[in-house]
């Protein structure tokens, strides 16, 4: 048996800082990565520009074509999706609300959800469309 003392040089790098180096920075990402926006398929109007869900406190509102609404994937009422928004701007007073309407809604089902929105004080207020040209 070789003893080894202080002395001796060892001709192996040390990797173990940088494995812990690199999995904290994959902890880092993998927290930081926000989960895709998951929602009910529509169809959206076509616009020349296109608003993000990417933001952590964005909330989806969709209208579909048979008059269901959704907050973020979950199917309410207008009164339970005012009671929702309520608690929501009380939570994060600078929530954003992504309003997604089916083409073939109705402008009225869409214009009550956005009235809605207004009279709750929410400024940050957008429509989901998707690019022209794109099926």
């Given at each position: ?21 690199l999995l904290v920075v994959l902890v880092i990402i993998i927290v930081t990565i926000s989960p895709p926006n998951k929602g009910h398929k ?94």
């Amino acid at each position: 048996m070789q003893i080894h003392d202080d002395d001796d040089v060892i001709d192996q790098p040390n990797t173990t800082p940088m494995n812990d180096i690199l999995l904290v920075v994959l902890v880092i990402i993998i927290v930081t990565i926000s989960p895709p926006n998951k929602g009910h398929k529509i169809t959206l109007p076509s616009s020349s520009s296109s608003v993000s869900l990417s933001a952590a406190k964005t909330r989806s509102i969709t209208v579909t074509k048979d008059d269901t609404i959704f907050y973020d994937t979950v199917p309410v009422s207008m009164g339970e999706l005012e009671q929702r928004l309520t608690q929501e701007k009380a939570s994060t007073p600078d929530v954003q609300v992504v309003i997604k309407g089916d083409a073939q809604t109705p402008y009225q089902n869409v214009e009550d959800v956005l009235d809605l929105v207004k009279r709750l004080g929410i400024p940050n207020v957008g429509l989901a469309t998707r690019p022209r040209g794109q099926a």
